[in-house]
């Protein structure tokens, strides 16, 4: 971490961090993200995390329960996807109702680039982890090991099942082909297709665009 503040540049995570007086979380955060192994956090994962404690802040400030599994249930009926219009817009009027500004709320919310550029730029943390290709490379061998397993459990189970007369089949052979399909355009890749070509094209073309 920088040792001269003023040369530091804005970060609104660390504005946040100040204004809601949370002592502690900026060390938390870069301990997650540049901890190893499955103790280590990404950068979306910590800014969920992050927008939780602001959430927390204010359940506690407006004396509403604020136990773990009440600020996740009230953060995913404010920001899940899949939520619908009615549990949202309850959510929202109960927290209104209690005090709590959800507008102002909802734009202090962070995006995984703010936590990105607080720990790097702000703390100048850096995360020394395996190359991108190293990475890629290792996840996709452990993929390949499990649908290996997975083939030849299955495969064992059927034929064990077949052999007892528990089964009506013949000679069989099992296949297992794990196709990932984009939902942004539609396109569909064998999970080694998408991992040797590094992503689908529509999200490069999308951030060309911007």
Not at 148 to 172: A, I, N, P, W, Y
């Amino acid at each position: 971490m920088a040792e001269d503040a003023d040369s530091r540049p804005s970060s609104k995570v660390a504005r946040l961090l100040e204004e809601y007086d949370i002592e502690g979380l900026g060390a938390e955060l870069e301990a997650r993200w540049t901890a190893d192994g499955d103790q280590r956090m990404s950068l979306r994962d910590l800014a969920d995390s992050f927008n939780k404690r602001l959430l927390e802040v204010q359940l506690r400030v407006a004396g509403l329960d604020a136990l773990e599994q009440d600020v996740q249930r009230t953060y995913r009926n404010l920001t899940g996807e899949d939520v619908t219009v009615g549990v949202q817009t309850d959510t929202r009027t109960r927290l209104e109702q209690n005090g709590i500004d959800v507008e102002e709320l909802e734009r202090d919310f962070v995006t995984y680039q703010a936590i990105r550029s607080y720990l790097t730029e702000f703390r100048d943390a850096v995360y020394e982890g395996p190359a991108d290709e190293e990475k890629i490379q290792a996840d996709q061998e452990t993929i390949q090991r499990l649908a290996s397993r997975t083939l030849s459990v299955t495969e064992d189970r059927l034929q064990t099942l077949r052999e007892t007369d528990r089964l009506d089949v013949g000679e069989f052979e099992v296949l297992l082909d794990l196709q990932v399909v984009c939902q942004s355009c539609g396109t569909q890749y064998s999970v080694d297709q998408l991992l040797e070509e590094g992503g689908c094209d529509c999200q490069g073309e999308r951030e060309h665009a911007r």
